[in-house]
């Protein structure tokens, strides 16, 4: 299974507020994760790093292999981390307001557990299609769930930015949470909303099927495409290749 990631600050941002990391428990599981700091005039690095950072560090002193133990530690985890993004934003008057998406996968033998809060997004690579797996939780998406606004009319919304759903700001902290079965050759690919914001779903799928880049090619192919189509946001892309045969199968 090979790992990489890239964050990139993009084209008009003083700082980057993404985050990314990935970690492995004592049961040999791992962990990657994916944060995108919204709000305070330094709050959001702080608040990605503290998810990413803290989260990654009690998870590598876990010891549990199966999915329903990552989904119970996943909720409690959200929980915790949300109350002390809200207590260190009332410590500090210029981290007022300040709160984070994320998006993370655990892996298993023959399954993985997809994982969300926000507008960060988590895609399934399989046999040449492209699968969004996460629901962004934000109000353009209510809107197009109601029918209001289509897809197209969403990525170019006024008010697209509004997220319904975070880490920090608001005491209610509910992940999403979903298991899929994994097949060899698939990828995965976690991402902030600076990349899928800038390039749109048919050329993320071009990428991953490229044959002749390792998944580090495939981070640095998405960051230089999100930058060429502007770069307005912080980018960051994470991608997971799973290589030769998965247990189970």
Not at 64 to 77: C, G, I, M, R, S
Not at 81 to 86: A, G, L, R, S
Not at 213 to 229: G, R, S
Request: hydrophobic share 40%; net charge negative.
């Amino acid at each position: 299974m090979d790992f990489a990631y890239r964050s990139d600050i993009g084209q008009q941002r003083e700082e980057n507020e993404d985050y990314v990391g990935v970690f492995k428990n004592k049961a040999g599981i791992n962990f990657a994760i994916v944060a995108d700091g919204i709000g305070g005039h330094q709050g959001g690095d702080v608040a990605s790093e503290m998810a990413v950072s803290h989260m990654g560090y009690r998870f590598e002193n876990t010891t549990f292999d199966q999915p329903t133990d990552a989904v119970k530690w996943l909720a409690n985890e959200v929980q915790d981390e949300n109350q002390h993004i809200i207590e260190k934003a009332r410590e500090f008057s210029d981290l007022k307001g300040m709160g984070t998406t994320m998006v993370a996968t655990l892996l298993f033998d023959g399954e993985f557990l997809m994982a969300n809060l926000g507008d960060s997004r988590g895609y399934l690579f399989r046999e040449g299609e492209l699968h969004q797996l996460t629901e962004d939780h934000s109000l353009v998406n209510e809107l197009v769930k109601r029918g209001e606004i289509s897809a197209e009319q969403a990525r170019k919304h006024p008010q697209k930015n509004i997220i319904t759903r975070t880490l920090g700001i608001s005491p209610d902290a509910d992940i999403d949470t979903n298991l899929f079965e994994m097949d060899a050759g698939d990828q995965l690919l976690l991402c902030s909303d600076g990349l899928t914001n800038m390039v749109p779903d048919d050329q993320l799928a071009s990428v991953l099927k490229a044959t002749d880049q390792t998944a580090a090619q495939k981070c640095e192919t998405l960051i230089k495409m999100a930058n060429t189509a502007g770069g307005l946001d912080n980018i960051t892309a994470l991608i997971v290749a799973v290589d030769g045969e998965v247990a189970g199968k």
